[in-house]
């Protein structure tokens, strides 16, 4: 079966534009070009469009997508059974989520009032599921699906006093970050210092144990990244580059 681009795009519901710009960037371009001018796909194309959609569905840049699926190693079907595990866990993460969303809007409505028991868990999962649809991938590829798996484990065995004390250090990490880079200060100023400590121990609350190398791997991390410097530099650019060059001195003193 033989497609072309405007056949194609109607058939996996994107544009015709995406579809050129795919082609701009090395990503799929179509098996031949008519003598019409037409670009035309076939099925390898299809395929690879498939697979190009599922990674894109779990967030990965397109990029990442280029260099993982032309790898001469890349197993089709390892990398969707992976795509399967990956969705899996979203599909959980989703579904705690919203029966903690339908049990708050019948509380509100008057039915059966959640617990606070009910209420802290609830918040718990949500943070769990934001960060899984959010950063999951690309953090269960840099520390592996164990670690990750542990680390949620660990969140949400927190009390409530603990799970309030995370959150209360988030937030001075992030107004200490701002006020750093708002006045300039060095990356190895005591503020720095103590801003590399508060990220240290923000980390205890979701860490089974404490490593230099993955301190630093996660902080450079969010350099790299633009989703993680994003909400670090949401208010005050540099504040996630200011964080990394922080714990950076931090952990070379230590």
């Known amino acids: 079966m033989e497609y072309t681009i405007s056949q194609l795009a109607l058939l996996a519901g ?4 995406t579809l050129r710009h795919y082609d701009k960037i090395s990503l799929l371009s179509p098996a031949y070009i008519n003598q019409s001018g037409y670009r035309i ?3 390898t194309q299809v395929d690879t469009l498939q697979e190009i959609l599922f990674f894109k569905a779990l967030d990965m840049p397109l990029a990442d ?3 993982t699926i032309y790898q001469p190693d890349y197993d089709r079907a390892a990398a969707l059974e992976k795509h399967l595990l990956l969705l899996e866990k979203k599909q959980q993460h989703l579904s705690l989520l919203i029966d ?3 049990k708050t809007i019948s509380s509100l409505k008057g039915g059966k009032t959640m617990t606070d028991k009910e209420k802290f868990e609830g918040l718990k999962q949500e943070l769990i599921s934001h960060n899984e649809l959010q950063y999951g991938k690309e953090v269960r590829s840099k520390y592996g699906e164990n670690t990750v798996d542990a680390a949620n484990a660990h969140l949400l065995n927190l009390s409530e006093e603990q799970f309030e004390n995370m959150e209360e250090t988030g937030n001075k990490i992030i107004s200490s970050l701002e006020y750093s880079v708002k006045n300039n200060l060095s990356a190895d100023s005591a503020a720095a210092k103590e801003i590399a400590q508060l990220h240290k121990h923000w980390l205890s609350f979701t860490w089974p144990s404490y490593s230099k190398e993955a301190h630093l791997s996660l902080v450079e991390m969010y350099v790299s990244d633009e989703r993680f410097t994003v909400y670090y530099d949401k ?5 996630a580059l200011f964080l ?3 714990v950076q001195a931090f952990i070379d003193n230590i």
């Open 235 to 239: 208010n005050i650019k540099g504040c």
């Open 41 to 43: 796909y076939t099925r």
């Open 65 to 67: 997508i280029r260099k």
């Open 244 to 246: 990394k060059n922080a």
């Open 14 to 17: 994107i544009s015709t534009r």
């Open 100 to 102: 903690n969303i339908q």
